[in-house]
């Protein structure tokens, strides 16, 4: 099993930027397909970017592409998402997830088996 706390989230003004973390602790994180996802009040949770176990793959949502970037470090057990010219759309709380067993790019929060506790991102107009 493995535990997921994120962090770095916070109030940004427009067109600003922050990096979210993701540190995973328990069984094997290097082999865990691992996704960012968001939900804002009374809306669904929102699939934002996916990467594979080893890094070389990743996959963006049409609506932060060119702006946020996934990125792993299987050493320090961490995911990052960096997230620039922040837009007040991309208010939501941030999650992180991962999926031990996975194929494709998992844009489906029933995909993951393992969710961290979220982190609020607000971006002010």
């Known amino acids: ?41 009374g809306k669904e949770r929102e699939f934002v970017a996916s990467i594979s176990w080893t890094g070389s793959s990743t996959y963006y949502a049409d609506s932060v592409k060119g702006r946020f970037t996934i990125s792993r470090d299987n050493a320090k057990a961490t995911v990052y998402l960096q997230m620039n010219s922040l837009k007040p759309e991309d208010t939501a709380v941030y999650y992180c997830a991962g999926r031990p067993y996975y194929s494709g790019y998992g844009l489906s929060p029933h995909e993951y088996d393992y969710w961290g506790q979220g982190t609020q991102v607000t971006v002010s107009s």
């Open 1 to 41: 099993q493995v535990q997921l706390v994120e962090s770095g989230g916070g109030l940004v003004q427009t067109g600003g930027s922050l990096r979210l973390s993701c540190a995973a602790s328990g069984r094997t994180f290097s082999s865990y397909g691992m996704g960012w996802f968001r939900q804002a009040p």
